[in-house]
């Protein structure tokens, strides 16, 4: 049924129909909504779980490991400091192979203390072994959270779903919800695992000096993974008629420049690009919705035989840059071709990203050979 | 022994036993040694032992010396000097 809601709706509607046991979250903004919601299906019995209001984001997701570690589907929602407070915790949930399922609404991280959106938060989360999509519509994260459930459960990882505050948290817009009956077939009950059993105790995650060898089948978890995540998305297409793949090219054949960006910015990127075509200027733009595992030879699929890449980044990591663009740049060296790779921060702290910035953007990348090393867009003079 | 295999072990540090299998004496560079015959039975090396490697024995006690990481808290607890702790391997 089509509805109009905020994406955070649309995240507390998926959770309702993936039928998770346990919920432990906490509240912070731009996430509360999700949890809210969640706490009043539970309440009212639309959802059978336990429902755990736990003090702080640490706790949320250590419980969410303990229930994930008894054989439960779980999931928790959190935000910018309380997914850095999560951090020590997102390595144990992976490191014990759990298929923990969370929402991030992407936000800034203080200080200066900021609440909008800024993809810094999960970004600097990518080395914990954790999948991550980022989104661009309402749909996209219901559908995501759907899809990260089946993908955490076959590949025993947990999955990250992201989307920018306010810019989706808070904006309505359609949404289809499937029937239940359609979720239920397209995700049902968990595959059996190892799990904690008081009748057959046994330790989890225990000290070793095995610890490389256990590192290597994360490796090779992760290296299986964008596999997985493209066979769900193609079940997902096949179930619902409407998929996402691991990266969404938009005019990308014979185009002279790629902008490559993840999340809302690939929208207003899209205008642009219809606009430079007219003027006979073919300008693709490359939208990243995996990031972790970071899908580099679809990548390089899409960026052989450009001239330029722009990769913007709503994300900086100080003293390196953009973080897209660090991995564009490392994916682009098994093409052994030279792309000079344009770096642009823009839009920190849920700063406006206009077709304005967007089309300042290409002139300069028209009006500069080499790239410039690192240039943030819409500073004050 | 059979020589352990990447194949054969699970997707993360999984044991098969509670912590029981997870035998920390050979982490001891000093060794506890009970004089039974100076042991008034009090008890404190077995309530003080954070390892709980220390057992009521008959009329004593015993250290496990399988789990006993060599601490020496028991023999700075004793009051009767029944505990000396000697380096790891001498006689």
Known sequence: ???????????????????????????????????????????????????????SEHSAMAACIGASATGARVFTATSSQGLALMHELLHYASGLRLPIVMANVNRALAAPFNIKADLSDSLSQRDTGWIQFYCETGQEVFDTIIQAYQIAEQLLLPVMVNYEGFILSHTYEVVDIPKQEQIDSFLPLPPQRHCLDVEDPFVMGQTTDLYINFRYKLYQAMEAAAIVCKNVDTKFQRNFDRGYELIQPYYCD???????????????????????????????????????????????????????????????????????????????????????????????????????????????????????????????? | MKKLRMKDIPITSNSLFTTEGNETGDWRSQSPLLDAEKCSQCGFCWMYCPDNAI?????????LYKYCKGCGICAKECPSGAITMVTEGSS
């Not at chain 1, 912070?28 to 299906?41: D, G, R």
């Not at chain 2, 057992?55 to 250290?63: A, D, L, N, T, Y």
């Open chain 1, 1 to 55: 049924m089509k509805n109009v809601i905020s994406s955070n709706q649309a995240v507390s509607y998926a959770v309702v129909s993936a039928k998770p046991q346990v919920i432990a979250a906490y509240p912070i903004t731009p996430q509360s909504s999700v949890i809210e919601m969640i706490a009043n299906f539970c309440d009212r019995g639309d959802l059978l779980a336990k429902f755990i209001p736990v003090e």
């Open chain 1, 254 to 381: 014979k185009a002279e420049i790629i902008l490559v960006t993840a999340g809302t910015i690939a929208g207003t990127c899209r205008v642009v690009s219809d606009r430079y075509r007219k003027r006979g200027l073919n300008v693709g733009v490359l939208r990243i919705r995996l990031f972790r595992p970071f899908p580099k030879d679809q990548i390089c699929q899409v960026l052989e035989g450009v001239k330029k890449v722009a990769v913007i980044d709503r994300d900086f990591s100080p003293g390196c840059g953009g973080i897209i663009a660090q991995e564009v740049k490392s994916a682009l060296q098994g093409l052994r071709a030279h792309i000079p790779v344009y770096e642009y921060i823009i839009g920190l702290g849920g700063q406006d990203v206009t077709d304005d910035m967007i089309e300042t953007i290409i002139t300069r990348i028209n009006n500069t050979k080499e790239s410039e090393g690192c240039t943030w867009i819409g500073l004050l003079g």
């Open chain 2, 55 to 63: 057992r009521p024995e008959k009329g004593s006690f015993m250290i």
